[in-house]
T-cell receptor, first 113, second 113 residues
Framework: TQLLEQSPQFLSIQEGENLTVYCNSS?????LQWYRQEPGEGPVLLVT?????EVKKLKRLTFQFGDARKDSSLHITAAQPGDTGLYLC?????????????FGQGTILTVHP | NAGVMQNPRHLVRRRGQEARLRCSPM?????VYWYRQLPEEGLKFMVY????????ESGMPKERFSAEFPKEGPSILRIQQVVRGDSAAYFC???????????FGPGTRLTVL
């Protein structure tokens, strides 16, 4: 069973469209991170959210952490071809699992010019 | 400020040989994590180490795999008697205090022939 369900798995859109990626779990996370990974490279951190209900903006990207800290979303406004890549959410459970990140399956985003 | 360094970036081994993967954390980081990304799968936690201590190895296969983070030098992930199923990308991440955001290296791509 996947602890963090990420959807959709694939997303193919035209330049200028908006999109949302979801990350859901039945578990409560002490923090949640979003990463972007290019082929042949390691995940690059986009944002960390730690407070329930928190919203963070990074240019055209908006990240939200659910009130109960069980889910998160990534919204991209006016997508550009440069946004193409693999987006990963990763949660830290805390407690005895402190330090261990659980990753979603990832969303492969393709933005066509 | 240099990021997380991993070497080699690519490693080819024949079945039965040993693989040694190295990770140098970011300056000032004393916590190291190893993850494995199998083809068509997400990132899976393997082990979490601090200097000279293994904190959580719940994701490590019970046999052939070991990890260390000595007082001096990089962290090492060692795979003995490699098999084809070990072929994967292995990523190292580091963080400052426990629970801090994890920053990933570029990965080592292991191919077992």
């Amino acid at each position: 069973t996947q602890l963090l369900e990420q959807s959709p798995q694939f997303l193919s859109i035209q330049e200028g469209e908006n999109l949302t990626v979801y990350c859901n779990s039945s578990s409560v996370f002490s923090s949640l991170q979003w990463y972007r990974q290019e082929p042949g490279e390691g995940p690059v951190l986009l944002v960390t959210v730690v407070t329930g209900g928190e919203v963070k903006k990074l240019k055209r990207l908006t990240f939200q952490f659910g009130d109960a800290r069980k889910d998160s979303s990534l919204h991209i406004t006016a997508a550009q071809p440069g946004d193409t890549g693999l987006y990963l959410c990763a949660g830290a459970l805390g407690g005895t699992s402190y330090g261990k990140l659980t990753f979603g399956q990832g969303t492969i985003l393709t933005v066509h010019p | 400020n240099a990021g997380v360094m991993q070497n080699p970036r690519h490693l080819v081994r024949r079945r039965g040989q040993e693989a040694r993967l190295r990770c140098s954390p970011m300056k000032g980081h004393s916590h190291v994590y190893w993850y494995r990304q199998l083809p068509e799968e997400g990132l899976k936690f393997m082990v979490y180490l601090q200097k000279e201590n293994i904190i959580d190895e719940s994701g490590m296969p019970k046999e052939r795999f070991s990890a260390e983070f000595p007082k001096e030098g990089p962290s090492i992930l060692r795979i003995q008697q490699v098999v084809r199923g070990d072929s994967a990308a292995y990523f190292c991440a580091s963080s400052p205090p426990v629970g801090g955001t994890q920053y990933f290296g570029p990965g080592t791509r292991l191919t077992v022939l």
